[in-house]
């Protein structure tokens, strides 16, 4: 990987930090159910 690479990177971030981002608000949606439903039971 060059410079320019590494530049791009810290600028867009890398290819999984963009995946996370994108998926967020589903993450968030689980969460909000799952407190709602009141967690795991183990």
């Known amino acids: 990987m060059g ?3 590494g530049m791009a990177r ?3 971030g890398s290819a999984n930090d963009r ?3 994108a998926l967020q608000p589903q993450i968030n949606a689980i969460n ?3 407190a709602e ?3 795991a039971e183990r």
């Open 3 to 5: 410079i320019l690479g």
């Open 10 to 12: 810290m600028v867009f």
């Open 19 to 21: 995946l996370v981002k």
């Open 32 to 34: 909000a159910l799952e």
């Open 37 to 39: 439903l009141g967690g």
